[in-house]
């Protein structure tokens, strides 16, 4: 099997620890690579070298950085192939899918990154005491210590560095310990345009995030992941005080009202519920349906998920691949395996084969408000279905979670649509649609789903400090 190796100040570099993880491919079941286990020492090496090169990496222009990053996206774009592949080996989605669905959508958040790191702006200068005059500044907070999971691997790792470099800040980046090797690609194809060390990759596991968060080096940790993996990082960077950008997850609830499309919203639902085999954080996977549309939605939906195809990267008829490593197949069959005996299973329900981490797509119906299933993220391609009879009810199931990222509403009703939008307590709120994102709109949610924004302008001003100049004239 090949070797992988970690990304320092330029170059792919030997481990200082021998300890290396086979890396599993989901469609298969089999180790196809191995990678290295960051230790310390290659977690202060790695702080180290982008330490340095932040010095001058932060003196660059805006053009400059503009430029670097537009070159990035044009190399990306040019090794397309390529990434599609590599991302699909270590994750086992399907190829078609990812070329079409996920690289051009990489590609545009490059250059609109790029683009936003020439038009930050602040207060104007002015006389704001007599015989003084202020303006303020905006400057790159530094290093900065990211963590990205294994749902999107490639997208998650340009979401950390984008605006972080186009800020002025130098990365070091750990990719989830299951899927290190296109995040290693993107580092070896942005490494022709940056200077050495701005942009580095640690390979490691759990141990490795807390060197790595827990260093006295960066001064901004951010992490894509679970609460779990959230609330340890925020508990590890307080000790130093560094900034924390948190994106932990979600429970999206899809509030479907009697006089919405049945059948488009299941249409709809499904696919934005069993794309990526429900591992997406906004997955559309707790829909609330009013008591006189419930069984004629329920009915549509089951239909598209008796429909909707999983299969490995070859199959360009599959709508979505494996889930991501053994582990979380025993999850996603552990919360139908707990189900309580109000609910039922229309579809799916089961593993499908015995090589790989195939899942059926899943529709449970008859579920409760307090129910494992309607609490907590099952991460995987699973929608479940509940009543509600009144407006206020479905409001009050729908915030009833300790998650607060995203929600959709489906109604004819503009009024309601309005009213729903202004009280769901979620960071984004579809209207008839569910799971849309453009790089010029904020991703990132409330409550247990953490703050801090990707994507769009203010996502790149998280990645920027503000600083009060004031001269006497």
């Known amino acids: 099997m090949r070797q992988l190796h970690h990304f320092i100040d330029g170059a792919h570099v030997d481990s200082a620890s021998e300890q290396r993880v086979d890396i599993v491919d989901p469609a298969t079941g089999q180790p196809y690579c191995t990678a290295p286990v960051a230790g310390a020492g290659d977690v202060d090496g790695a702080l180290h070298a982008a330490k340095a090169a932040f010095e001058a990496w932060r003196d660059t222009t805006p053009a400059q950085r503009q430029l670097a990053l537009l070159k990035i996206a044009d190399a990306v774009e040019n090794r397309a192939d390529e990434l599609v592949r590599v991302e699909c080996e270590n994750t086992g989605k399907p190829l078609a899918l990812t070329a079409s669905e996920e690289l051009p959508v990489v590609v545009d958040q490059l250059r609109f990154f790029a683009g936003a790191a020439r038009v930050l702006e602040g207060k104007s200068a002015g006389e704001y005491m007599p015989g003084h005059t202020s303006f303020v500044r905006r400057e790159p907070v530094g290093v900065c210590a990211q963590v990205t999971p294994w749902n999107y691997p490639l997208m998650m790792a340009v979401w950390k560095i984008a605006p972080a470099l186009a800020a002025g800040n130098a990365v070091v980046l750990k990719p989830s310990d299951t899927t290190p090797a296109s995040t290693l690609l993107l580092a070896e194809i942005a490494a022709e345009f940056l200077p050495a060390g701005v942009f580095n990759v640690v390979c490691g596991d759990r141990d490795t995030g807390r060197a790595l968060v827990s260093h006295e080096i960066p001064a901004m940790v951010s992490i894509t992941g ?66 006189e549309a419930h069984d004629d939605f329920v009915a549509a939906l089951t239909a598209h998920a008796l429909a909707t195809k999983t299969g490995g990267p070859d199959d360009t008829s599959a709508d979505y691949g494996p889930l991501n490593n053994a582990g979380q197949l025993d999850r996603v069959a552990g919360f139908i395996d707990r189900l309580p005996a109000h609910a039922t299973v229309h579809s799916g329900g089961q593993r499908l084969g015995d090589r790989g981490y195939f899942y059926g797509a899943t529709v449970v119906s008859g579920v409760r408000q307090q129910d494992e299933i309607s609490q907590h993220e099952v991460f995987g391609p699973v929608i479940t279905v509940q009543r509600f009879a009144d407006e206020a009810e479905a409001l009050a199931a729908a915030n009833g979670v300790p998650y607060g990222l995203a929600s959709s509403v489906w109604t004819t009703d503009h009024q309601r649509a309005m009213r729903m939008a202004g009280r769901l307590d979620f960071g984004c709120v579809w209207i008839n649609t569910h799971i849309p994102l453009v790089a010029e709109m904020p991703h990132g949610g409330f409550k247990h789903s953490g703050h801090g924004k990707d994507l769009s302008m203010y996502g790149l001003e998280d990645y920027t400090r503000v600083k009060h100049v004031m001269s006497a004239i």
């Open 226 to 291: 679970s609460v779990r993996a959230g609330t340890e990082v925020a508990g590890a960077a307080a000790a130093e005080v560094k900034r924390v950008h948190l994106e932990l997850g979600g429970k999206a609830p899809v509030v479907v009202f009697a006089d919405a499309d049945i059948e488009a919203a299941a249409e709809t639902i499904a696919m934005a519920g069993y794309f990526n085999a429900g591992q997406d954080c906004t997955a559309a996977t707790r829909v609330l349906v009013a008591v």
